[in-house]
């Protein structure tokens, strides 16, 4: 019985370099280009598709690494959550994305599933890979590490309150839902329709959204009477 075994040959990567000299033109010319600056440099659009025709020819491949180390930037955002139970993450991934995208950043999806190991190398790779930023709903960190992220320049913003213990922050940004009003209206809907023993079942995550979701639902509670 015979085994085959496949191999691949090793393809030499096309640069801008080798579609340059295909053209006969400038590696900056080409480069304007393939980092989609033509109209920045006032590229003729002949000379744009003499370029891109060129580039689909060679099989060339945009380095993603080597250009994010000259600009010192990515333009990958991290979004970082603490899991993916229920259907919150895929709706917010959604919504995140299609906001992302169109203003060509790349978001990366990471999930630390409250484990401090996962949560560290999240934060690592974010700097390394000198990301555009990074958006955040995780309890995990801790002050010194959302702390290298400031001062790496990482842009910081957290999806809901940001952690009670890094309020000394004004870096950090956050984008809050009206905790307070989703209380009150599902407490009157409970209540217009016959309940009368309602309970609350909360977490306490270290967020100041846990503590106002209580308040809430204590003080719509009373008004309902």
Known sequence: MLIGKV?????????????????????????????????????????????????????????????????RSSDIVTVLLGGLSG??????????????????????????????????????????????????????????QYSRLIENGIPLVFLGDVPGFLSGFPEINSVVWDDEQAVKTAIRHLVDTGRRKIAFIGANHGFISDHRRFAAFEKALEEAG
């Not at 959604?94 to 190991?117: K, R």
């Not at 790779?125 to 000198?130: G, L, P, V, Y």
């Open 87 to 144: 259907n919150w993450g895929d709706q917010i991934m959604f919504s995140i994305s299609q906001t992302l995208t169109a203003e060509s950043y790349v978001p990366f999806l990471a999930a630390d599933w409250h484990d401090p190991i996962l949560f560290e190398k999240f934060i690592s790779a974010t700097i390394q890979r000198r990301d555009a930023g990074m958006l955040c709903h995780s309890p995990t960190g801790t002050v010194e």
């Open 7 to 71: 191999v691949l040959a090793k393809k030499n990567l096309v640069t801008l370099f080798d579609v340059a000299q295909h053209v006969g033109l400038s590696r900056t010319t080409v480069g304007a280009v393939m980092s989609g600056k033509a109209a920045d440099v006032g590229l003729a659009q002949e000379t744009v598709e003499k370029i891109e025709a060129a580039a689909k020819e060679l099989g060339y491949e945009r380095n993603y690494w080597a250009t994010s180390l000259a600009r």
